[in-house]
């Protein structure tokens, strides 16, 4: 495991795994470097990987490796691909089962011929004059040096950039960041009755099942009837809490309903606390919810995925992405791709979730500054550690932007490898020429 790679991707997440995929693809000696003994991240724990398509004018905004996995997924049963969401905050809606894509993501991994070590974590970054030279990698088989030309930073929360000395910033001006989440998958729910009983301030989407019945395929419902219950009291630190349901099968769902406030996913105590905190209080949901709320009356909570952190460290680039910059639709000369998703702001306080639309054509750029941290030199950054303010995050943190930017960090680092060059110092237009070749859409 000793070695020297053209690149080396730290962290298999959602842009990490598509970062390795496009880096092998266009001729780099890859390595992916992941902690756990699955490919995803957040994106292969039960969310749906909005949004490929812009709000308002439907224009297609996200394509390349990105479609080439939704392809993969119907094929295999794992997706209803993109489903038009009439009347709703998003253009459509992308069901996604998340069992199925972690194998469709170690194909085509394999296919790409990049390298993976697995339940393996860095612990170690090596650098010499602004440069990093290689990192420690710990496994159960021991230590290992791994040297790398050009190194992608996509564990989520930015740690191979930080032991390296880039710049960063966290949460909003106080230091406050969107709360963190543990999703629950449950069976034998009753969608229908749910939404029959249960109201909601969101469109919802509805689709006709194998069986003949049309069940819903995504549904928030108000909790608010159940405000005054003890268990209600306990839970939810708002009124008229919200139970998001993503259901890629009719009886069967991811339940995002959980919430914890004032956690710092880079704070190991925090950590380790909302691990605990989070796992208990999901029991006590799925209780709650068998008792008290139409159609879950005979569920069965049959797992749970990973708890996932909103937000943590972001990367101080050589642009930054603003609010204004996604409200406004703003496109960018050195675009790499295009992100559509809403403002998703979950309250740092711990109030009800908030969306605002993007502005223009109902898509923004990613602009490939915003992928290069400042003071080190052959580093790019991929993923909710972007180059972005705390509001902007909000949006640009969605899945299928995160693997839009993992697709352009994985061949800008290949790129970089093959031309001997530092990722700043890469032609914008030769990286965007390669993007478009890929059916990737920079605008």
Avoid at 4 to 25: H, L, M, N, Q
Avoid at 126 to 143: C, F, L, P
């Amino acid at each position: 495991m000793n070695g020297t790679y053209d690149v080396v991707v730290c962290g298999g997440g959602t842009a990490g795994a598509v970062a390795a995929i496009a880096s092998a693809r266009n001729g780099a000696k890859t390595l992916l470097i992941e902690k756990e003994q699955w490919l995803g991240g957040s994106g292969a724990v039960g969310f749906f990987p909005h949004s490929f398509f812009a709000n308002g004018s439907g224009r297609r905004a996200v394509a390349g490796i990105s479609e080439e996995i939704i392809e993969r997924l119907k094929e295999k049963g794992g997706s209803l691909g993109h489903l038009r969401f009439e009347g709703g905050h998003l253009y459509t809606h992308t069901p996604v089962d998340h069992e199925i894509k972690r194998v469709v993501l170690m194909e085509m991994i394999k296919e790409s011929g990049a390298e993976v070590l697995l339940d393996t974590i860095i612990n170690e970054v090596n650098v010499e004059n602004g440069k990093i030279t290689s990192v420690t990698a710990q496994n159960k088989a021991g230590s290992w040096t791994i040297a790398g030309k050009i190194f992608i930073d996509c564990t989520g929360d930015g740690d191979i950039g930080a032991r390296a000395g880039a710049p960063f910033e966290k949460g909003r001006k106080d230091g406050k960041m969107q709360p963190c989440s543990l999703n629950m998958r449950l069976t034998n729910v009753d969608m229908v009755r749910f939404a029959e009983n249960v109201p909601t301030d969101l469109a919802s989407l509805w689709t006709d099942r194998p069986s003949g019945r049309r069940t819903p395929v995504y549904y928030v419902g108000r909790l608010g009837q159940w405000d005054d219950t003890p268990e209600a009291k306990e839970l939810f630190t708002d009124k008229n809490h919200q139970l998001f349901c993503l259901c890629v099968r009719e009886n069967d769902i991811i339940a995002n309903i959980s919430r914890l406030v004032g956690m710092d996913a880079t704070n190991m105590d925090d950590v380790n606390k909302a691990a605990v905190e989070l796992r208990i209080q999901i029991f006590k949901l799925y209780q709650f919810l068998k008792k008290y709320v139409p159609g879950f009356e005979n569920c069965n909570l049959i797992g749970e995925t990973v708890v996932g952190f909103r937000e943590s460290r972001r990367f101080t680039g050589k642009y930054t992405i603003t609010k204004d910059d996604c409200l406004s639709g703003r496109k960018f000369e050195d675009n790499v791709g295009l992100a559509c998703y809403p403002l998703d702001m979950h309250d740092p306080e711990g109030g009800n979730v908030t969306f605002q639309q993007i502005g223009g054509d109902g898509s923004y750029g990613i602009p490939y500054r915003a992928l290069i941290p400042q003071k080190i030199e052959n580093l790019i950054v991929a993923g909710r550690i972007v180059s972005a303010t705390h509001e902007a995050l909000a949006s640009v943190r969605s899945i299928a932007a995160c693997e839009v930017m993992g697709q352009a960090a994985g061949t800008a680092a290949a790129l970089c490898a093959a031309q001997e060059k530092a990722p700043e110092d890469l032609d914008i237009h030769v990286l965007q020429d390669r993007l478009v070749s890929q059916n990737a859409i920079i605008m």
